[in-house]
């Protein structure tokens, strides 16, 4: 697997989850309609889960970007994501980076720090909620 990531990791990270158990929780199918979104600083090992309150909506208009800029996330690390939130994020300098294979909370992040993640691009990105 090729490494994309430059040296030094990313301080600040979110992740789409489906439940809130900590560092176990599950990595949520896709990222708009995601229930919950974990914040991540991988400096200090804080953390803090969120309900997203965005998470029922058509495909495409979802809006958790605007919460991920006020908090100063720097990466997503999603299973899959739309093509519009794509752009939102990387109009940001948000960085989205695939965690397809991963199960948790734990798993990502460990592979993130690791530098195991490659960049989304968008023909990565999905077309309905049902790509998965």
């Known amino acids: ?16 989850l489906e439940t809130s158990k900590g560092l176990n929780s599950r990595i949520c199918e896709h990222f708009g309609s995601a229930p ?16 997203n309150s965005n998470s029922r909506h058509e495909h495409g208009q979802c ?9 100063s996330v720097d990466a997503v690390l999603c299973k899959g ?3 519009r939130a ?20 734990a798993e990502a992040l460990e592979s993130y720090k ?7 691009e968008s023909e990565d990105a999905c077309q309905t909620h049902d790509c998965h």
């Open 1 to 16: 697997m090729e490494v994309l990531q430059e040296e030094g990791f990313v301080m600040i990270v979110a992740v789409p």
């Open 36 to 51: 919950l979104y974990a914040v991540c600083n991988m400096d200090s090992g804080r953390l803090r889960i969120m309900e």
């Open 63 to 71: 809006n958790p970007v605007d919460v991920f800029a006020q908090n």
């Open 81 to 83: 994501i739309g093509g």
């Open 86 to 105: 794509l752009i939102k994020l990387k109009m940001l300098d948000i960085e989205v980076f695939v965690a397809g294979g991963l199960s948790t909370l």
């Open 114 to 120: 690791k530098g195991l993640m490659r960049r989304v």
